[in-house]
């Protein structure tokens, strides 16, 4: 990777691209610590102290720390990110938009323009619910209708400029703008995540015991890497051969591909869904005041990721079976709407091809599906790893939860991968006009 930063230095194009590309996350660093007007700053800081759930802290690591502190990025990309995966489910479930995806860059240029118009009306909506909802409750300062337009309108125009500065660094810098700003925001949380651990395994004890706990740290740290990398990088190669065809007095084809199927072939979709999912009903007791020592509160408790693998209450930790079990139904489902086996072999099948050994049709979709039921599990597993480990450590240790492990691991991963292939394809392209220019 540094090798092919290196290379990407050297050439004045792509050196532009990473010096507007850094500025442009300056701005974004600006405009994190910039308050709301009227907004109490401590009031979700205080909040998330006493959920401490898995969601809650997902959510603030994709912001960079701007919502707890209600800078004017608060909401951040996610309004986008929600924008996108809703338009990728209508474009399989609405027709027209199916067909204007199919259309080439004309129908992807409609799409992403709906995506930007279905933002901001989720930056709206979500930012009226919390200057509303909270606003009474100690969020703003003087809660009045002037000072909730205000909150409104800030946070809207904050992820609408976030949105404008992902498309710029995708269009201007290296690689995808948004998914460079996500990464951005969530490494920018690790100093705290390194004075967490200071604090917590190292201070005040002795020199052995904090070698020891440095030692053990760096080791959790170095395996949990090497582990996403391999199952984000994973996949399964499915051969395929193509029939030779005779096209005027020529025989044409024959070659040899492949179908590489991801083993983690719903990225951190499934673990989003599934912390929301147990996330919701906590979020919603909150405004009851619930009592814990009710059965409905002790249900609430076990639906509370921060309550799992405490040893003296360990009946809690029930809850992680059903974010387990809903990390995998999720991972199937979402799945099985961005993948077609069926529509993939009847393409292979017009186009002559054909998987060795199998026959074109519907015993070609039957084997992908084979195949791709035993993939999806894996890539369960591996999700199931990765977001349990920090949960873990927290229960266990008292630890407050870590951003740069579980799924914020697997965004970090994946977008450094992603960033530096596209810089390399970037290199690969300048040397070759270059030769071709000598």
């Known amino acids: 990777m540094l090798k092919t930063l290196r290379n990407a230095w050297k050439e004045k194009e792509i050196r532009k691209k990473l010096l507007y590309t850094f500025m442009m996350l300056v701005v974004i660093r600006f405009g ?10 401590s009031y979700f800081a205080d909040f998330f102290a006493r959920q401490s759930g898995d969601a809650f802290n997902f959510f603030d690591a994709m912001t960079g720390g701007s919502f707890t502190s209600m ?18 489910l209508l474009t399989i479930a609405i027709p027209k938009l199916e067909e204007m995806q199919r259309e080439g860059e ?4 409609k799409i992403a323009e709906y ?23 100690g969020l703003l300062i003087n809660y009045n209708v002037w000072n909730v337009i205000i909150a409104v309108m800030t ?7 976030l949105m404008w500065v992902g498309e ?42 904090q070698v020891v706990a440095v030692l053990m740290m760096l080791a959790v740290a170095v395996a949990m890497v090497v582990f996403v990398v391999y199952l984000q990088d994973g996949e399964r190669r499915i051969p395929v051969q193509y029939s030779k065809k005779m096209v005027g007095r020529r025989m044409v084809g024959g070659q040899s591909s492949h179908i590489p199927l991801k083993i983690n072939t719903a990225g951190v979709i499934p673990v989003i869904f599934a912390s929301s999912i147990l996330s919701f009903p906590v979020v ?3 405004f009851f005041n619930p009592d814990y020592s009710t059965i409905p509160g002790k249900i609430l408790m076990m639906l509370n990721s921060s309550s799992w693998f405490r040893p003296e209450m360990p009946w809690y930790s029930v809850g992680m079976v059903i974010y387990i079990v809903l990390i995998v139904l999720f991972a199937y489902f979402y799945t099985s709407i961005t993948f077609n086996p069926l529509e993939v072999a009847n393409n292979m099948k017009k186009s002559g091809g054909f998987i060795p050994g199998i026959r074109p049709g519907k015993p070609t979709s039957d084997y992908l599906n084979k195949i791709l039921n035993y993939i999806i599990f894996v890539g369960a597993v591996g999700l199931i790893i990765i977001s349990v480990i920090p949960i873990m450590i927290s229960g266990l240790f008292g ?17 450094i991968l992603e960033t530096v292939k596209a810089i390399e394809s970037q290199v690969i392209v300048r040397n070759y006009k270059g030769f071709l220019n000598d």
């Open 155 to 161: 946070m809207t125009a904050g992820s609408a400029f």
């Open 106 to 109: 004309d129908g992807r240029k």
């Open 115 to 137: 995506t930007r118009y279905l933002t901001v009306a989720l930056a709206l909506i979500e930012s009226t619910a919390m200057a509303v909802g909270f606003g009474g409750q």
């Open 168 to 209: 710029r660094i995708t269009e201007k810098g290296v690689g995808n703008g948004i998914s460079i700003v996500l990464l951005f925001n969530i490494v920018s949380s690790l100093p705290q995540d390194v004075s967490t651990l200071y604090n917590t395994f190292m201070n005040g004890r002795i020199i052995a015991v």
């Open 399 to 415: 630890v407050s939860r870590l951003s740069f492990l579980g799924t914020s691991l697997i965004i970090i991963v994946s977008v």
């Open 32 to 41: 994190s610590e910039l308050p709301i007007p009227g907004v109490n700053t």
């Open 71 to 88: 800078s004017v990025l608060a909401l951040s990309i996610t309004p986008y990110i929600t924008s996108s995966i809703i338009m990728q």
């Open 284 to 286: 919603i007791a909150q």
